[in-house]
């Protein structure tokens, strides 16, 4: 439940949101830690049940990344205190790469570019 409550983008966590994250086939005994491969490949037998054509429209690809991708790089942002600097470098990518997947995934980080919170005793600019 910790997990669905960190990677769920909803303020609240319906039995829809339960369902996605465990998968609609999966039942309550099976191990909720897949490694990468199983995770994605039970992703795209949930779309073949689910919306079949969605795996013939071109997205799947941008698809799966996303949803690979955007808790690795909020996971990053938080265990080193949303510097996109610091995460980049563990990632093993370049900051403005980054920068370029937080616009294209819509990860929000909780400021605009190039704003920053005022150092120890420096006042707020205006």
């Given at each position: 439940?910790?997990?669905?409550?960190?990677?769920?983008?909803?303020?609240?966590?319906?039995?829809?949101?339960?369902?996605?994250?465990?998968?609609?086939?999966?039942?309550?005994?099976?191990?909720?830690?897949?490694?990468?491969?199983?995770?994605?490949?039970?992703?795209?037998?949930?779309?073949?049940?689910d919306d079949?054509?969605?795996?013939?429209?071109?997205?799947?690809?941008?698809?799966?990344?996303?949803?690979?991708?955007?808790?690795?790089?909020?996971?990053?942002?938080?265990?080193?205190?949303?510097?996109?600097l610091?995460?980049?470098?563990?990632?093993?990518?370049?900051?403005?790469?980054?920068?370029?997947?937080?616009?294209?995934?819509?990860?929000?980080?909780?400021?605009?570019?190039?704003?920053?919170?005022?150092?120890?005793?420096?006042?707020?600019?205006?």
């Amino acid at each position: 439940m910790r997990r669905l409550a960190v990677l769920s983008r909803d303020e609240i966590i319906d039995a829809d949101a339960i369902r996605t994250m465990i998968g609609r086939h999966a039942s309550l005994t099976d191990p909720v830690d897949l490694d990468i491969g199983q995770a994605v490949r039970a992703m795209i037998e949930r779309i073949a049940h689910d919306d079949p054509a969605a795996l013939d429209d071109g997205t799947l690809y941008d698809r799966v990344i996303g949803e690979v991708e955007r808790p690795l790089i909020e996971a990053m942002l938080a265990r080193h205190g949303q510097n996109q600097l610091r995460a980049a470098r563990a990632m093993g990518i370049n900051r403005n790469t980054l920068r370029k997947r937080l616009d294209t995934l819509g990860i929000d980080i909780g400021g605009a570019i190039g704003s920053a919170a005022p150092r120890v005793g420096e006042p707020e600019r205006r």
